[in-house]
């Protein structure tokens, strides 16, 4: 039997509802528990056994935590984040300019972490001026020279 325009299947979402079902309540308090931890230092693995989830799911949790973040606090995360790193540097940054090889490699992780948090790596966008040109006069052109090649060929070919 067909199912009526707009059909949803008991217990399926069409994503537009709040999250007020248990599972949906479960996972926004899962989700927070879990950045507050990551905010804190903690790595991925062990948010993942704190709260005996996988990483994946920890890391789905946390994005999407980050997604509904509003701007001006996630403005205020990045800028918290940008800090440890600077404090972090810091704390390596005389040994890898003495020659430490570990301390080098320590501090080019940090800036590169750095760089991809402010979006420095991002692609640039490259904006292309296009011409207006005359389509039409432009083959008629081409098709002057390719004739005037062509007459020129035949004419040198000519046996006198």
Known sequence: MPRPAGWIAPGRRTGTMSANTPVDLHR???AAKALRLR???AT???IADALDVSPGTVHADITRA???IPR???DALRELEVT????LQLACWDDATAGNLAAIDRCVKIIDRRARLLGLDAPQQVQLATADVDLDAT???I????????TTATTEARPD
């Open 28 to 30: 926004a308090h899962r």
């Open 39 to 41: 905010l804190n230092g």
């Open 44 to 46: 991925y693995r062990d």
């Open 66 to 68: 980050l997604a509904n």
């Open 72 to 74: 001006p606090a996630a």
């Open 84 to 87: 440890r790193l600077d404090a």
């Open 139 to 141: 083959v008629e052109r």
């Open 143 to 150: 098709m002057r020279v390719v004739d005037a090649a062509t």
